[in-house]
């Protein structure tokens, strides 16, 4: 039974049987139809998602079928958080979402913050406050070399539809800003972390973005 077209709540379903002589049996049953994770819940879910590095995690929400390119988007998220990043912790400010329950659609605005190594990163001496140390400062003898966190910032409007599994993302427009201050526009760009992996479907693309020198 397809309930994504109902509101949550409690239902009686009636089923009539009748057979080839014209006898009737009539049985009722008992549905409760739970609300399911809403947009604003799923976009938490993606910050799970970036932080836990697991593809299948983070692509479960998007809509295979009406997200432009999938496969591509898909390629690099799988690229991006296996092969290039070692760490990612993610900063979400309160999501805005409206709904439209009629037409089974939903628009979220929602900020991140992501603070992110990669793998092939290297080491380096850095101060009190995780920046290395200027050209020309020694650092200290007591100084540990660790990777130093890249930033980016993300501000993406969201759209989900509905379908028979619940909601779905279909489309992702963001303004990205990445390490070395680039900062790239468009739909289905996803992060700036992206950017880490390879893309070889030439419908999704992500321009002039560039991490800092001596990353």
Known sequence: INTSLLTPGDYVIQLDVINSRGQA??????????PGIQPAEIIRELATGYESLQPNQFLKYFDEEKFRNYSGFAAAIEDSFRSQLETVRVFQRPVNCTVSEEQDQAACQADFELQFTKKEQPT???DANGNPFPPGVAAPADAVAAKRLLTGTERSTIRFERVDKGWKITDYAAHVSCPGGDQVSGVNVGSCILALGSFSSPGFQIINVQPPPGT
Do not use: A, K, P
Not at 25 to 34: D, P
């Open 25 to 34: 049996v009539t049985q009722r049953y008992s549905l409760t139809v739970e």
């Open 124 to 126: 380096e001496f850095l």
